[in-house]
């Protein structure tokens, strides 16, 4: 229910009143029914110095220009303003929207949290009104909390606006505001005065920060005789020096006015060079002490200059030492007049130095000073003048104006938006409905659920009019609506078009959900497309919803029910525009719309709607009603599905209800998991006919699933046979891999074309959570596939126990999005019992990981002589070759492993590295060093809590799932006997029994891969059936083969597989030599 | 009112009471040093100076330079931006530090976010003023030991404050670190005298073509979102600013005073960086004058917690917990 205005008023404050009133003044020329955050938004905009405005402005990105993005913001503010409906009757006060009066109570909970500004607030702007007891929310808040508002931050998105990052500019207001009453930070050179409040440093001082650095050394008690060391420690010394003998004593403190320098550095380095007498150096010495003895001021700094003199090679030791000894009474002599002062090049210079006069540091009191730069003067600062904000009012650049458009035009914003707006609708638009305002279920979907009938209240079900005897015409009244809305989403893609209002029409209801369900499967062409249409003449839009019944299902019968968006285009071409435009035509589409009510409640298949419907299509093209009519009779809920077109959702549900359905479907998938697939369909057919998870009172529609244990290809195929099942296509799985940061990129390796792994590029300057959760607002109706959840980071770790927990899932930023409705599949190599996934694979010929590290490699025949005895074994004449460098396959395991370091590939070596990493179980003395100190060495350290606090969280998240998986591993030793058999079988046939086979270990990795990979179980069979046998013919041909021979099937190092069958990772054919 | 709410801030003393037992201390002693005598002049040097100094730096310069400590956890660790960004840079990997660490973030006098009228062109000349700033922040929040990142410039100024304040860093993490960006006679630093005179020039002439061009050839690799990221808050900064700074981080030469640097140092860095050599890291890590390791990161550009948040996260917890 709307609020009345003076009802809103009376929670804010006089400036925050003001902006609601223009923003109800704006609602009011509009002749709008409510006023929105929007109007408030637009209200904000058109004072010229409002804070909203000021924030824009100092938040806008840096890539339009100012003006550009201003008007941007302008225009796609009065965009959607000029989609919202306008009332009948003009409103002298339009009430305030629901959503607004929602950010007005939020923000006056925000101000109640932070009660010290609200406190002072109250002091400055009200006064003596302190003891109101309704809290008056402030015109900052108030803008805060708009601008949480979706359809706002949509709007602000469109012209390139976040609304987060202008929250934060409102949070903290622009410095510069103040820069006439505030003050510079005190800094440690601007403290010379005590008093604060006045500008302690003056624009006079001169000299560098090297001098003043060197001043504050001479200043200290102790440690007073600065070293300079660094590169430019020279230069700094000779300035210092300079600045100080020509009486700019600015550099130095006060205290010390009237220092001088002395420089002995040219009779120092002479005298250690043996050109300056022993004499002259003591006499030099006698100066400097006369010269501190008399001197008036403070005393006498003695410049010994670069250290490197007396340290170099040429330096007689003697001399040297004398300096040094001479020095050290002096200054012993007149510790308080007397400073000393040198310079080293390198830190290195001064090491030599205290390694030959190792109590030199204390003698000389030195303070080794880091000089990190140039002196002002010279140097790369030389040609500097501030030229303080002279750019900053200059940057408006031409840019193309492409560059702004671009965000209008790309395929997946547009989506984005318009998911946000099915957000906006969802709330907006269904206000009767207060249960799950949250719900992911888009409202038409909702009635849709009424078939279910058990959880729906009372008041949605009288107020929705999709009961079945429910008046058609509230429905399409309803629909209308929606439509409206979701139509107008659409012309985002132009925004030029958008601007001017177009009449909302049936047909884009159709098109802006198909697009929705196919969001992938749509290419960018496609919804391009799409977009001319709001331009059409209202009559030939009344079309559209014939033509997208028409087309729907054909589309959905002609590739699992992937009804493609790209059908839409036929019909429209085809037709002529005044082909049909009569009313009936609307009245279809909603019939259609009902459908789908009968249909997941199948009771009646022929319902006069459809036959209206067969009829309408008949009348239009006789060829596709037949193909139609056949649909109709099979698969009637695939056609409501998809006449509904939000539906992928509802087939799914009829679907998934059935256990034995499921169950075979997945089946037929993945053969070899038959327990694992029972528990999974059994679980899923639990939760989806309302015996699921439950949140509170309300039944959650997202199922989590875990699956634990090997057999990485059976689950990721599962989890695509329940996206197809559930959702309609295979497209609707969201696949993570979570511990992607251990992959390591393996060129032409068969699981990675099978995009079994996906690359990281995708996840490149988005942390994974965020990744995720874009994926789920790409696809709402999605399978979301997690591996090695085990694995997850700390971000995701929180995320998903978020969403387990509440059913959303918030990303990086906080934003919530959420999933009921989704399945969630996570998996991990760790079952229960076996923490340490490896253990339980040794001896096993064919291990899972060796198998996932298969290559498409091109295979090759050889002959050779056999050296030795090839006797037939096990009376095959076809064996394979054990793996290079292990003697017995059979062999333990562990040493398996570090034997295959030696020979296989260096990606190789890696993983077994990280492996022992991961399981800790094996301490392998021919590993590096630095990985074994690594693992073991951090005992108590962080890593490790992290670790076990991962295990913990797993353990926690894991109990909460709905079901646990545990799947066997696929048995690759069998199934290699098995390819052994056949190949044999093959051979013999060939070459008769006499012949030798070998076969090498990789090409065997290769089949079974090939194998597990495959969809049709005979796949392998029939390779070695077709492909196999042709070239064992070939070489038998081109062979000449003796008794003793012995054939060898081996890959081609780095000759990778290129013409091979499709959805095949085994080569074509076979090379001979 | 917008003239008492502009002052407030700045005079804590007659704001609020004092909220830490430092704080406590120097608003007694201070209060009883004017009381005593009103005539004194404090001498610069003498102990009310020092800690009216630390009193009236605690409130402002946290304040000024955006200081926030965030997550719960039993040691600091201060994430310090390198030129051309602000602490927003660290949002990517900041999440999955804060639960083990509290995590001092501020900006650089520098960054965009900082009021340009705090940048004092005379005192910005060398990095030891950055230095100072980050040393009084650490101080006025009480920390007396913590690990620090730094990036870019402010690995530089880690480097340097470890040397001043050895006993305040348990570990530096240097990302993109390079002590001197000139080559030299024997020494590769990836730039010529010409080519930085070239580029500081085409930032004087035109600032705006100069961000375009440089943002995405820091990042590096491709990801617009980062390149994007990068340029927002390149075009945050004052451009004047950004120059004076770019030619104070060039002139600057840390090569002879790495030795001082007693504390185990990590050098992180990328497979690729435009602005920063291989050779660099390996020069640091043998100059360095602790235990130093250098950790190379399997992804491209100047700006690896940018542009690969989730990978830069997993290896700062690894090199923090050695």
């Given at each position: 229910?709307?609020?009345?205005v003076?009802?809103?008023?009376?929670?804010?404050?006089e400036?925050?009143?003001?902006?609601?009133?223009?923003?109800?003044?704006?609602?009011?020329?509009?002749?709008?029914?409510?006023?929105?955050?929007?109007?408030?938004?637009?209200?904000?905009?058109?004072?010229?110095?409002?804070?909203?405005?000021?924030?824009?402005?100092r938040?806008?990105?840096?890539?339009?220009?100012?003006?550009?993005?201003f008007?941007?913001?302008?225009?796609?503010?009065?965009?959607?303003?000029?989609?919202?409906?306008?009332?009948s009757k003009?409103?002298?006060?339009?009430?305030?929207?629901?959503?607004?009066?929602?950010?007005?109570?939020?923000?006056?909970?925000?101000?109640?949290?932070?009660p010290?500004?609200?406190?002072?607030?109250?002091?400055?702007?009200?006064?003596?009104?302190?003891?109101?007891?309704?809290l008056k929310?402030?015109?900052?808040?108030?803008?805060?909390?708009i601008?949480?508002?979706?359809?706002v931050?949509?709007?602000?998105?469109?012209?390139?606006?976040?609304s987060?990052?202008?929250?934060?500019?409102?949070?903290?207001?622009?410095?510069?505001?103040?820069?006439?009453?505030?003050?510079?930070?005190?800094?440690?050179?601007?403290?010379?005065?005590?008093?604060p409040?006045?500008?302690?440093?003056?624009l006079?001082?001169?000299?560098?920060?090297?001098?003043?650095?060197?001043?504050?050394?001479?200043?200290?008690?102790?440690?007073k005789?600065?070293?300079?060391?660094?590169?430019?420690?020279?230069?700094?010394?000779?300035?210092?020096?300079?600045?100080?003998?020509k009486?700019?004593g600015?550099?130095l403190?006060?205290?010390?006015a009237?220092?001088?320098?002395?420089?002995?550095?040219?009779?120092?380095?002479?005298?250690?060079?043996?050109?300056?007498?022993?004499?002259?150096?003591?006499?030099?010495?006698?100066?400097?002490?006369?010269?501190?003895?008399?001197s008036?001021?403070?005393?006498?700094?003695?410049?010994?200059?670069?250290?490197?003199?007396?340290?170099?090679?040429?330096?007689?030791?003697?001399?040297?030492?004398?300096?040094?000894s001479?020095?050290?009474?002096?200054?012993v002599?007149?510790?308080?007049?007397?400073?000393?002062?040198?310079a080293?090049?390198?830190?290195?210079?001064?090491?030599?130095?205290?390694?030959?006069?190792?109590?030199?540091?204390k003698?000389?009191?030195?303070?080794?000073?880091?000089?990190?730069?140039?002196?002002?003067?010279?140097?790369?600062?030389?040609?500097?003048?501030?030229?303080?904000?002279f750019?900053?009012?200059?940057?408006?650049f031409?840019?193309?104006?492409?560059?702004?458009?671009?965000?209008?035009?790309?395929?997946?914003?547009?989506?984005?938006?318009?998911?946000?707006?099915?957000?906006?609708?969802?709330?907006?638009?269904?206000?009767?409905?207060?249960?799950?305002?949250c719900s992911?279920i888009?409202?038409?979907?909702?009635?849709?659920?009424?078939?279910?009938?058990?959880?729906?209240?009372?008041?949605?079900?009288?107020?929705?009019?999709?009961?079945?005897?429910?008046?058609i015409?509230?429905?399409?009244?309803k629909?209308?609506?929606i439509?409206?809305?979701?139509?107008?989403?659409?012309p985002?893609?132009?925004?030029?078009?958008?601007?001017?209002?177009?009449?909302?029409?049936?047909g884009?209801?159709?098109?802006?959900?198909?697009?929705?369900?196919?969001?992938?499967?749509?290419?960018?062409?496609?919804?391009?497309?799409?977009?001319?249409?709001?331009?059409m003449?209202?009559?030939?839009?009344?079309?559209?919803?014939?033509?997208?019944?028409?087309?729907?299902?054909?589309?959905?019968?002609?590739?699992?029910?992937?009804?493609?968006?790209?059908?839409?285009?036929i019909?429209?071409?085809?037709?002529?525009?005044?082909?049909t435009?009569?009313?009936?035509?609307?009245?279809?589409?909603?019939?259609?719309?009902?459908?789908?009510?009968?249909?997941?409640?199948?009771s009646?298949?022929?319902?006069?709607?459809?036959?209206?419907?067969k009829?309408?299509?008949?009348?239009?093209?006789?060829?596709?009603?037949?193909?139609?009519?056949?649909v109709?009779?099979?698969?009637?809920?695939?056609?409501?599905?998809?006449?509904?077109?939000?539906?992928?959702?509802?087939?799914?549900?009829?679907?998934l209800?059935?256990?034995?359905l499921?169950?075979?479907?997945?089946?037929?998938?993945?053969?070899w998991?038959?327990?694992?697939?029972?528990?999974?369909?059994?679980?899923?057919?639990?939760?989806?006919?309302?015996?699921?998870?439950?949140c509170?009172s309300s039944?959650?529609?997202?199922?989590?699933l875990?699956?634990?244990?090997?057999?990485?290809?059976?689950?990721?195929?599962?989890?695509?046979?329940?996206?197809?099942?559930?959702f309609g296509?295979?497209?609707?799985?969201i696949?993570?891999?979570?511990?992607?940061?251990?992959?390591?990129?393996k060129?032409?390796?068969?699981?990675?074309?099978?995009?079994?792994e996906c690359?990281?590029?995708?996840?490149?300057?988005?942390?994974?959570?965020d990744?995720?959760?874009?994926?789920?607002?790409?696809?709402?109706?999605?399978?979301?596939?997690?591996?090695?959840?085990?694995?997850?980071?700390?971000?995701v770790?929180?995320?998903?126990?978020?969403?387990?927990?509440?059913?959303k899932?918030?990303?990086?930023?906080?934003?919530e999005i959420?999933?009921?409705n989704?399945?969630?599949?996570?998996t991990?190599?760790?079952?229960?019992?076996?923490?340490?996934?490896?253990?339980?694979?040794?001896?096993?010929?064919?291990?899972?990981?060796?198998?996932?590290?298969?290559?498409?490699?091109?295979?090759?025949?050889?002959?050779?002589?056999?050296?030795?005895?090839?006797?037939?074994?096990?009376?095959?004449?076809?064996?394979?070759?054990?793996?290079?460098?292990?003697?017995n396959?059979?062999?333990?395991?562990?040493?398996?492993?570090?034997?295959?370091?030696?020979?296989?590939?260096?990606?190789?070596?890696f993983?077994?590295?990280?492996r022992v990493?991961?399981?800790?179980?094996?301490?392998?003395?021919?590993?590096?060093?630095?990985?074994?100190?690594?693992?073991?060495?951090?005992?108590?350290?962080?890593?490790?809590?992290?670790?076990?606090?991962?295990?913990?969280?797993?353990?926690?998240?894991?109990?909460?799932?709905?079901?646990?998986?545990?799947?066997?591993?696929?048995?690759?030793?069998?199934?290699?006997?098995?390819?052994?058999?056949?190949?044999?079988?093959?051979?013999?046939?060939?070459?008769?029994?006499?012949?030798?086979?070998?076969?090498?270990?990789?090409?065997?990795?290769?089949?079974?891969?090939?194998?597990?990979?495959?969809?049709?179980?005979?796949?392998?069979?029939?390779?070695?059936?077709?492909?196999?046998?042709?070239?064992?013919?070939?070489?038998?041909?081109?062979?000449?083969?003796?008794?003793?021979?012995?054939?060898?099937?081996?890959?081609?190092?780095?000759?990778?597989?290129?013409?091979?069958?499709?959805?095949?990772?085994?080569?074509?054919?076979?090379?001979?030599? | 009112?917008e003239?008492?709410?502009?002052?407030?801030?700045?005079?804590?003393?007659?704001?609020?009471?004092?909220?830490?037992?430092?704080?406590?201390?120097?608003?007694?002693?201070?209060k009883?040093?004017?009381?005593?005598?009103?005539n004194?002049?404090?001498?610069?040097?003498?102990?009310?100076?020092?800690?009216?100094?630390?009193y009236?730096?605690?409130?402002?310069?946290?304040?000024?330079?955006?200081?926030?400590?965030?997550?719960?956890?039993?040691?600091?660790?201060?994430?310090?931006?390198?030129?051309?960004?602000?602490?927003?840079?660290?949002?990517g990997?900041?999440?999955?530090?804060?639960?083990?660490?509290?995590?001092?973030?501020?900006d650089?006098?520098?960054?965009?976010?900082?009021?340009?009228?705090?940048?004092d062109?005379?005192?910005?000349?060398?990095?030891?003023?950055?230095?100072?700033?980050?040393?009084?922040?650490?101080?006025?929040?009480?920390?007396?030991?913590?690990?620090?990142?730094?990036?870019?410039?402010?690995?530089?100024?880690?480097?340097?404050?470890?040397?001043?304040?050895?006993?305040?860093?348990?570990?530096?993490?240097?990302?993109?670190a390079?002590?001197?960006?000139?080559?030299?006679?024997?020494?590769?630093?990836?730039?010529?005298?010409?080519?930085?005179?070239?580029?500081?020039?085409?930032?004087?002439?035109?600032?705006?073509?100069?961000?375009?061009?440089?943002?995405?050839?820091?990042?590096?690799?491709?990801?617009?979102?980062?390149?994007?990221?990068?340029?927002?808050?390149?075009?945050?900064?004052?451009?004047?600013?950004?120059?004076?700074?770019?030619?104070?981080?060039?002139?600057?030469d840390?090569?002879?005073?790495?030795?001082f640097?007693?504390?185990?140092?990590?050098?992180?860095?990328?497979?690729k960086?435009?602005?920063?050599?291989?050779?660099?890291?390996?020069?640091?890590?043998?100059?360095?004058?602790?235990?130093?390791?250098?950790?190379?990161?399997?992804?491209?550009?100047?700006?690896?917690?940018?542009?690969?948040?989730?990978l830069?996260a997993?290896?700062?917890?690894?090199?923090?917990?050695?």
């Amino acid at each position: 229910m709307p609020t009345p205005v003076s009802a809103a008023r009376q929670c804010l404050t006089e400036e925050a009143a003001r902006a609601l009133e223009d923003a109800v003044a704006v609602a009011r020329r509009r002749s709008h029914a409510q006023t929105t955050s929007l109007h408030a938004v637009s209200a904000l905009l058109a004072l010229p110095s409002s804070t909203l405005r000021e924030a824009c402005a100092r938040t806008r990105t840096g890539a339009y220009s100012p003006r550009l993005q201003f008007r941007a913001l302008e225009l796609s503010v009065g965009v959607s303003l000029d989609r919202l409906p306008s009332s009948s009757k003009a409103l002298d006060e339009p009430p305030v929207s629901n959503s607004l009066m929602a950010a007005i109570k939020r923000s006056q909970a925000n101000q109640r949290r932070h009660p010290e500004s609200f406190h002072l607030h109250h002091q400055i702007v009200h006064g003596q009104q302190q003891t109101t007891s309704l809290l008056k929310v402030e015109l900052k808040h108030f803008i805060l909390s708009i601008l949480d508002d979706p359809i706002v931050s949509r709007v602000l998105g469109e012209a390139g606006f976040r609304s987060c990052d202008l929250k934060l500019a409102i949070i903290h207001p622009p410095v510069s505001r103040f820069s006439r009453t505030r003050f510079p930070p005190v800094f440690l050179c601007n403290l010379t005065d005590s008093d604060p409040g006045r500008r302690s440093f003056s624009l006079e001082v001169s000299g560098d920060e090297n001098s003043k650095r060197i001043g504050q050394v001479l200043l200290k008690k102790s440690g007073k005789n600065p070293l300079l060391v660094g590169v430019c420690a020279n230069d700094a010394l000779r300035s210092f020096t300079e600045c100080i003998n020509k009486g700019k004593g600015s550099a130095l403190p006060s205290e010390l006015a009237g220092l001088c320098v002395i420089n002995a550095e040219k009779e120092i380095s002479g005298f250690v060079n043996g050109v300056v007498s022993e004499d002259k150096m003591g006499s030099k010495f006698k100066e400097l002490g006369n010269a501190v003895e008399q001197s008036s001021g403070p005393g006498i700094i003695v410049n010994f200059g670069d250290l490197k003199e007396l340290i170099e090679d040429g330096a007689s030791g003697d001399a040297v030492g004398f300096v040094v000894s001479q020095l050290t009474r002096l200054l012993v002599l007149n510790c308080e007049k007397l400073w000393l002062m040198g310079a080293a090049g390198t830190y290195e210079t001064y090491l030599k130095l205290l390694g030959r006069f190792p109590s030199i540091e204390k003698d000389w009191d030195l303070h080794p000073l880091p000089i990190t730069s140039m002196p002002l003067k010279s140097g790369l600062m030389g040609s500097f003048v501030p030229f303080g904000g002279f750019f900053s009012t200059t940057s408006d650049f031409q840019r193309p104006f492409s560059r702004i458009n671009q965000s209008f035009t790309r395929c997946k914003l547009c989506t984005e938006n318009y998911e946000q707006e099915a957000a906006v609708v969802r709330k907006g638009g269904s206000t009767i409905s207060v249960v799950d305002q949250c719900s992911e279920i888009v409202p038409w979907l909702r009635m849709a659920e009424l078939d279910t009938g058990k959880r729906v209240d009372v008041a949605k079900a009288k107020d929705d009019p999709a009961t079945l005897n429910g008046n058609i015409l509230g429905l399409q009244k309803k629909w209308n609506d929606i439509c409206q809305r979701l139509h107008q989403a659409q012309p985002k893609l132009d925004i030029s078009r958008a601007s001017s209002q177009v009449p909302s029409t049936q047909g884009f209801h159709y098109a802006a959900n198909g697009k929705e369900g196919s969001s992938k499967d749509s290419s960018t062409s496609e919804n391009q497309y799409a977009s001319p249409s709001p331009c059409m003449p209202t009559e030939l839009q009344k079309v559209f919803p014939l033509e997208q019944n028409i087309q729907l299902p054909v589309a959905s019968e002609a590739e699992s029910c992937n009804f493609k968006f790209s059908t839409y285009s036929i019909p429209h071409k085809n037709l002529p525009p005044n082909c049909t435009s009569s009313s009936s035509v609307t009245s279809v589409t909603t019939d259609l719309g009902l459908g789908t009510l009968y249909a997941s409640r199948s009771s009646e298949p022929d319902s006069p709607e459809l036959s209206a419907h067969k009829e309408c299509l008949q009348h239009i093209s006789g060829s596709i009603s037949t193909r139609v009519d056949a649909v109709r009779e099979s698969t009637l809920h695939q056609i409501a599905y998809s006449s509904s077109s939000s539906g992928p959702n509802m087939g799914g549900r009829s679907d998934l209800r059935d256990f034995k359905l499921l169950w075979r479907f997945l089946g037929d998938k993945v053969c070899w998991q038959d327990d694992a697939i029972c528990s999974i369909s059994k679980a899923i057919s639990r939760c989806r006919s309302g015996n699921g998870r439950h949140c509170g009172s309300s039944l959650r529609g997202d199922i989590w699933l875990t699956f634990l244990g090997p057999d990485k290809v059976g689950k990721k195929r599962i989890a695509s046979a329940l996206a197809e099942i559930a959702f309609g296509t295979r497209e609707s799985l969201i696949s993570v891999d979570l511990g992607f940061q251990e992959w390591v990129h393996k060129p032409n390796s068969i699981f990675e074309q099978q995009e079994l792994e996906c690359s990281d590029t995708e996840f490149r300057g988005k942390t994974i959570v965020d990744y995720i959760a874009g994926e789920l607002r790409k696809k709402p109706h999605s399978v979301v596939f997690l591996q090695n959840v085990d694995k997850a980071n700390n971000l995701v770790q929180r995320s998903l126990s978020q969403a387990i927990r509440l059913g959303k899932f918030a990303d990086s930023y906080g934003r919530e999005i959420s999933i009921s409705n989704m399945i969630f599949v996570v998996t991990s190599m760790i079952t229960k019992h076996n923490r340490t996934s490896l253990s339980s694979k040794e001896l096993v010929e064919f291990p899972e990981e060796r198998i996932l590290k298969a290559k498409g490699y091109q295979m090759q025949i050889l002959t050779e002589y056999a050296a030795g005895d090839a006797s037939i074994s096990n009376g095959m004449n076809v064996r394979v070759t054990p793996q290079k460098g292990v003697s017995n396959p059979s062999s333990v395991n562990k040493r398996k492993l570090t034997e295959t370091c030696d020979s296989l590939t260096q990606d190789e070596t890696f993983e077994m590295q990280k492996r022992v990493q991961m399981s800790r179980s094996y301490l392998d003395l021919n590993l590096p060093v630095d990985d074994l100190s690594e693992n073991v060495d951090n005992g108590d350290s962080d890593s490790d809590s992290i670790r076990t606090n991962t295990e913990a969280w797993l353990e926690e998240f894991l109990e909460q799932v709905t079901e646990k998986v545990v799947f066997k591993p696929f048995n690759f030793d069998a199934h290699a006997g098995k390819i052994l058999k056949d190949i044999s079988l093959q051979f013999q046939r060939t070459f008769g029994s006499d012949a030798m086979l070998e076969i090498d270990y990789e090409v065997m990795v290769q089949l079974l891969a090939a194998a597990w990979l495959s969809d049709r179980s005979k796949a392998v069979e029939e390779w070695v059936e077709q492909v196999l046998c042709r070239s064992f013919a070939e070489a038998r041909q081109k062979y000449n083969l003796s008794a003793r021979s012995v054939m060898k099937l081996v890959t081609c190092e780095g000759c990778f597989v290129e013409g091979k069958p499709p959805g095949m990772c085994l080569p074509a054919r076979i090379n001979l030599k | 009112m917008e003239k008492l709410r502009g002052i407030v801030p700045y005079y804590p003393i007659k704001k609020a009471k004092p909220t830490t037992p430092t704080h406590l201390v120097c608003y007694l002693l201070l209060k009883s040093v004017k009381r005593q005598n009103t005539n004194l002049k404090p001498h610069p040097s003498s102990l009310f100076q020092k800690l009216s100094v630390l009193y009236l730096m605690g409130n402002s310069i946290v304040e000024a330079l955006n200081v926030r400590v965030e997550g719960s956890g039993q040691k600091f660790l201060v994430l310090a931006h390198g030129f051309g960004t602000d602490q927003s840079v660290w949002k990517g990997i900041l999440p999955s530090f804060t639960p083990y660490y509290r995590v001092i973030l501020y900006d650089l006098v520098c960054a965009g976010s900082v009021n340009p009228d705090y940048f004092d062109f005379q005192r910005y000349t060398t990095l030891d003023s950055y230095v100072d700033d980050l040393l009084n922040i650490l101080d006025a929040l009480g920390v007396d030991r913590c690990a620090y990142v730094g990036h870019s410039v402010s690995a530089m100024i880690g480097i340097l404050a470890s040397i001043r304040r050895p006993e305040l860093f348990t570990k530096l993490i240097l990302v993109g670190a390079s002590p001197r960006f000139l080559n030299d006679v024997d020494y590769h630093g990836g730039f010529e005298l010409g080519e930085i005179e070239k580029v500081l020039y085409a930032m004087e002439i035109n600032y705006d073509s100069w961000v375009h061009g440089f943002a995405p050839l820091a990042v590096g690799a491709d990801v617009p979102d980062a390149v994007r990221e990068f340029s927002r808050t390149l075009f945050n900064m004052r451009p004047d600013i950004s120059l004076f700074v770019s030619r104070s981080i060039f002139n600057s030469d840390l090569r002879g005073v790495l030795g001082f640097v007693k504390v185990p140092c990590c050098i992180f860095q990328t497979m690729k960086d435009v602005s920063i050599p291989n050779s660099v890291a390996t020069y640091l890590r043998d100059h360095l004058g602790g235990h130093n390791t250098v950790e190379l990161l399997d992804t491209e550009g100047h700006l690896p917690h940018l542009s690969a948040p989730a990978l830069m996260a997993a290896k700062l917890h690894r090199a923090l917990s050695r």
